[in-house]
């Protein structure tokens, strides 16, 4: 049962396969991984505690990437739409 506080997920047919497709592969990055499945999760209606204790991770965690999908624009593509954030306080200048 999902809970009144769990962000409602829904998932193309493309961005399902996208996702499982960055689970499966075996060159994927370990936080990828991580952040594919919480969307996956997400959007079988799994609990935000349910998915931490099943990944291992935290609900803050499952949280934080569970809402950063959903604020994302729905035309960018699955993996921008798992990439983070650029940190506070740096910029995309290049010094040399």
């Known amino acids: 049962m999902q809970s009144k506080h769990t962000q409602k997920i829904v998932l193309s047919d493309q961005q399902r396969k996208d996702l499982e497709l960055i689970v499966r592969r075996r ?33 803050e965690t499952v949280t934080r990437w569970r809402k950063h999908w959903v604020e994302r624009p729905g035309d960018q593509s699955t993996l921008e739409k798992l990439k983070e954030d650029p940190k506070a306080g740096h910029s995309a200048q290049v010094y040399r």
């Open 27 to 59: 060159k994927s990055s370990q936080s990828l991984v991580l952040r594919a499945k919480i969307i996956l999760a997400g959007a079988e209606g799994k609990s935000l505690l349910g998915t931490a204790k099943k990944l291992k991770c935290t609900r």
